[in-house]
Structure formats: C-alpha cells, structure tokens
C-alpha cells in the first residue's frame, strides 16, 4: 500500500519556524509529484507548494519567499520548511502524491494527486 505520513506540525507564534516532513512508502518516491496542501477551519483546501520529480518548485503567491519544498530521495522523504509564520498560516498540512509522474514543475503543481496523507496540524499564534 502506498502511504504518506507527515510529522513536524505544531504550535508556534508568530514569525517562528517549522519543518514539516512527508515519509512515503509504497511508491516510486523519486519519479513522483509530491505536493503540499493546507486547510484552516472552514477553508477550502490551497496548494501549498509541488516538485516535481526532477526536483523542480512552484509555490502559491500566499507564501512564496518564505516556504521552500524540497526531497530527499534517498530517505523518501518531503519537506516543507517554514519561515516567518503569519497567524494565517494556520491551517491542516497535507502531503500529496502523484506516482510515476515524469512532469514538468508546472504540470506537477497543477495536477491532480492519488494518494495522500492525514495531515499535520500548525497552529501560529499572534
């Protein structure tokens, strides 16, 4: 079975940091499009960030400059790292992947994922 796990999620204040991590089992991770998603309370679900699997970004403008996506094939892992959190950052992160994905960075941000993770909770506090 395929599986994504997240972990790093937490509470922090206000211009804080935090590295989130995807742990992905049962797929190609290096030939995938890994994606992260986010979700406040009563909000409809927004792309964080993709890469592609020949390790190309695109990030939404909401975060641009102070997120960065990155992968570390040899471990199957994504990351997620956060700086200068904003109370409006707080939301459910989600890991998403699209399997044996040979995509551009465009494609892959724009493409619809089949598996994804439960989530990881960030809480940022004024």
């Known amino acids: 079975d395929v599986q994504l796990v997240e972990s790093g999620g937490d509470s922090v204040q206000a211009g804080g940091s935090l590295r989130l991590s995807c742990a992905a089992s049962?797929?190609?991770?290096?030939?995938?499009?890994m994606k992260w998603y986010r979700q406040a309370p009563g909000k409809e679900r927004e792309l964080v960030a993709s890469?592609?699997?020949?390790?190309?970004?695109v990030y939404a403008d909401s975060v641009r400059g102070r997120i960065t996506i990155s992968k570390d094939n040899a471990k199957n892992t994504l990351y997620l790292q956060m700086n200068s959190l904003k109370p409006e950052d707080t939301a459910v992160y989600s890991c998403?992947?699209?399997?044996?994905?040979?995509?551009?960075?465009?494609?892959?941000?724009?493409?619809?994922?089949?598996?994804w993770g439960q989530g990881t909770q960030v809480t940022v506090s004024s």
């Open positions: 998403a992947a699209k399997s044996a994905a040979y995509y551009g960075g465009f494609l892959c941000y724009k493409t619809v994922p089949d598996t």
């Open positions: 890469i592609s699997s020949g390790g190309s970004t």
């Open positions: 049962g797929l190609s991770f290096s030939t995938s499009c």
